[in-house]
């Protein structure tokens, strides 16, 4: 079984910083791509970032400039840091990745349960 987990959601002022971080666990062979999307109220979910297994990136829009992701392959981690956050950056956010299970070598998507982030203005 795998299963992701995240942390470091939270309140913070319009300007402020988060740093949200997602380990992966359990019958791992290797972990390919790993991003992050959000879902604010009442909208779909989008894609905010996402790393490939050999570090490449890419952004949305809206938080080119602002947000950094990265991953530390030796900790299965997957980390995302956001910067000069505003209120529209509202939102659950979930860390996803593409995992190849070991034994059975299957490979699929996995998500974590998610975590508020709220910025107040």
């Known amino acids: 079984q795998v299963q992701l987990v995240e942390s470091g959601g939270g309140l913070v002022q319009a300007g402020g910083s988060l740093r949200l971080s997602c380990a992966a666990s359990g019958s791992i062979f290797s972990i390919n791509a790993m991003g992050w999307y959000r879902r604010a109220p009442g909208k779909q979910r989008e894609l905010v970032a996402g790393?490939?297994?050999?570090?490449?990136?890419n952004y949305a829009d809206p938080v080119k400039g602002r947000f950094t992701i990265s991953r530390d392959n030796a900790k299965n981690t997957v980390y995302l840091q956001m910067n000069s956050l505003k209120p529209e950056d509202t939102a659950v956010y979930y860390c996803?990745?593409?995992?190849?299970?070991?034994?059975?070598?299957?490979?699929?998507?996995?998500w974590g349960q998610g975590t508020q982030v709220t910025v107040s203005s």
């Open positions: 996803n990745a593409d995992i190849t299970q070991a034994i059975s070598f299957r490979t699929r998507d996995y």
């Open positions: 790393i490939t297994s050999g570090g490449s990136t």
